[in-house]
Structures are given as C-alpha cells and as structure tokens.
C-alpha cells in the first residue's frame, strides 16, 4: 500500500554533487523551515538538497487524523523519501525529525546523518518534565485535550520554545504563523515506546546544537553525542531551531564542514 502524498521542495544545482541531502524537520514544523535558508544555501555549495512535509503537516496529505499518526509512520514517510532518490543521501534531522532519522537508520547505512538539536535516544523525558515545571496550565490543556498545540499555541510560548532572544519579534511572530498542531500519540511514542538503538547504527552521525536551545539542553546534546561515540558541536547563542534566526550560517558551516571532512 503507497503512503500519503508529501510535500517536498527540491533544489538541485546544475552538476550537483553525487550525494543529496534530506532534511527532515522536527514537531509542529513543516519543509517550510528549511525553506528559508538552508534549501538555497546548500544548493549553492553543489548538493542536491531536499525538504519534504511530514504526513499530516505543511502541504502532505494525512490517511489518518493527525491524533492517531504514530511516530513509525513519520519514519515510513522518511523511507518514502530515501527510496525516491537516485542515490543513498546525507540525512539532516531536526529535533523530533532528529529521533525520526535514528529510527530509520537502525539496520540501514547511509553516507551520513545529522542531528541537529535533536531528541535524544531515549526520548524527551527531560524536556516533558521541565515544560511541565515551566508551563503547567499549557502542559495540563495538552494532555487533557490529546493536542500538543497548546504548548506552543501562542506567539510568547514559541517563541521561548524555539527561537534565539535576538531574533526581531515580528520574526518570530511570521514563523509562528505558520506552525501547528503536532500528533499526541507521536510524542507519546517517543516519550514511552520509540527510542532509538545506537548500538544498531553505523552510520557516521554529527550532532550538533545550540548553548541556548530551552527544549534539549546542552548537557542532554552532548549525552545524545556520547551514545555514538562522538562530540557534540555546540553553537554559542543559538536556541532549538537552529536553521531559523541569526545563528543559521554557524549551524550550516558547521554541516558543510562535516561534510567537506568525510569527503560528502
């Protein structure tokens, strides 16, 4: 049986690179956010880059409602993706996009993944707990109600999540708009039931995230780091979403020159 229709946006440069790049993104998110910045930026250093919506999210069509999709059918969107492509690519997962790319690389090799302010093998134990402490009002509508909307349904609240003290308010208030509603059950796979397997994969992995990311804390990017078997590079002043806001080009960089070293 064929998966859902996904929005995808593609840059391919004239005489790209052998191996593309496939960036996923992470909750309440779509291609979009790619879109702004690294899409073009990393057409033009030669690499046939593409974005695509998760099922349910952006433009891509959803077989179920949204409530019910797990975190296995993002990974099956994911394997949709990979299959389409000519040749085995670089991964580059965001966040929840960052558990979604370990899942799929349990068994599977590939030239390289990034993970990128990512959830952590074992989950987001730690971030549920301190959303909680932090926003008890927002955390209890979410679960009350099955939607993780409420914990970043207003300007303020994504704002904290997501974006740097630095980015001009009426940034952070665009992006905003055009985030949304994210599946309960996905989140609660990945808090209970999805983890990830780091003694399963072998592929080269750089992880990579921001000394003032409020969703996964440093120390929680360097233990994600440390399970395969590497160091984390940390980006001084920037918050989770590190392909948005003024911190982008040190995130890329930092991409780009892992890439360069490994030959990609």
């Known amino acids: 049986m064929s998966g859902p229709s996904l929005e995808r946006i593609d ?4 005489g790209a690179r052998p191996t593309p790049l496939v960036f996923v993104h992470g909750a309440w998110h ?11 930026h990393f057409a033009g250093h030669g690499y046939a880059a593409h974005a695509f919506s998760l099922r349910g999210h952006g433009g891509s069509a959803n077989p179920r409602s949204l409530r019910r999709t797990r975190l296995d059918h993002y990974v099956d ?3 949709a993706v990979v299959d389409g492509l000519d040749a085995p690519p670089v991964l580059i997962g965001h966040s929840m996009g960052g558990l979604i790319v370990q899942r799929y690389l349990a068994g599977r090799t590939l030239p390289g993944a990034v993970l990128a302010a990512s959830v952590p093998p074992g989950g987001p134990l730690g971030t549920t707990l301190r959303m909680a402490a932090r926003h008890p009002a927002a955390f209890a509508r979410a679960h ?22 630095e980015m001009p308010v009426e940034e952070s208030d665009r992006h905003f708009a055009r985030l949304q509603d994210e599946s309960y059950f996905a989140y609660a ?6 983890h990830a397997r780091p003694g399963r994969i072998d592929t080269p992995i750089l992880v990579v995230g921001g000394e003032a990311d409020r969703i996964f804390t440093p120390a929680e990017v360097r233990r994600t780091a440390a399970a395969y078997g590497t160091e984390a590079v940390m980006i001084p002043g920037a918050a989770h979403d590190l392909m948005l ?3 982008w080009p040190e995130a890329a960089a930092c991409i780009l020159g892992w890439l360069a070293a490994r030959g990609i």
């Open 11 to 14: 840059r391919v440069p004239d």
């Open 30 to 40: 779509g291609a979009w956010c790619w879109d702004e910045h690294f899409l073009d």
């Open 77 to 79: 969107d994911l394997a």
């Open 144 to 165: 009350l109600t099955l939607r993780l909307w409420p914990i970043v349904g207003t300007p303020a609240l994504a704002r904290e999540a997501f974006f740097a003290d």
């Open 189 to 194: 796979d990945m808090l209970l039931f999805r």
């Open 245 to 247: 806001g003024p911190h």
